[in-house]
């Protein structure tokens, strides 16, 4: 009796989604190391009030001061590529679930496939030795690139409306996180109980927590907009420490910063119970 071989689209298929699958693990993995690092450099900075850097620069600085330095990084650059490749897979063949090719769902993935391509690109060029692409970047890079659209014609306009849409985001990922979504896209009906009280802990705390520093980005914006000023817009570190100055003081830092460290173990879940 002959044996039955796969079709060579359904061989092709599954070979696909396995590499998806493996890159989607991998990125979440590098996502969960980039927060967690940069949620305890924030932490540190609210107990102290020290002047390290709480993004991706500072994040990457401590990575190649340990003695896997290097191999870390090029680690974190591929996970993070992997990320890309997971986006621009689910924006060209759908995404699992119900609603996976929805053009709303593609059109988020092809989001992220940029978003992490860049973030990538940055921490692989980290890696060669290019310390600028990532130390300290997302201050100087914001008030950069707000300044050269400020010199546009209607300059104001674009930096308000990139802007509003950063605060936009940051305001969906509050209520994403609130609403618990993230159970939508978990094997939920597989977890234990405790495995639930984990991802939904880590998931709403954490989203919370990375949906506020982006509020707080995006605010930031409309005022560098509204004052014509490129230098009142805020990366990552500067939003961070900006909540030190509301009426809550450092104590609101300190509940952001545990807030990112929290995120960065939700994305740990993530890779190990997402459904890709």
Known sequence: ???????????????????????????????GVLYLLVGALAVHIGLTG??????????????????????LLWTLGAGLAGMAVWGLSEAAFGAVGPKGDKAYQRLLSAGRCVLYAGSAFLVLSFATGQRGSGEGSTDRQSRD????????????????????????????????????????????????????RFMDVTGVTGGVGRGLVLVAVGFSGVKAATAFDPGKAKGMDDAIRSFALTPAGPWLLLAVAVALVLFGLFSFGEAKWREV
């Open 145 to 196: 690139v707000t300044g050269r659209l400020l010199d546009l014609p209607g300059g104001p306009w674009w930096v308000g409306a990139v802007a509003v849409g950063v605060l936009a985001a940051g305001l969906w990922m509050v209520g994403w996180a609130v609403l618990r979504k993230h159970r939508d896209y978990l094997a939920w009906g597989r977890l234990k109980p405790y495995q639930r």
């Open 1 to 31: 009796m002959g044996t039955t071989r796969p079709h060579p689209a359904v061989s092709g298929g599954a070979a696909r989604r396995s590499a998806v699958r493996t890159a989607a693990r991998l990125g979440l993995t590098a996502r």
């Open 50 to 71: 020290t002047g390290e850097q709480a993004d991706r620069g500072g994040a990457l600085a401590r990575i190649a001061a340990t003695p896997l330095g290097a191999v």
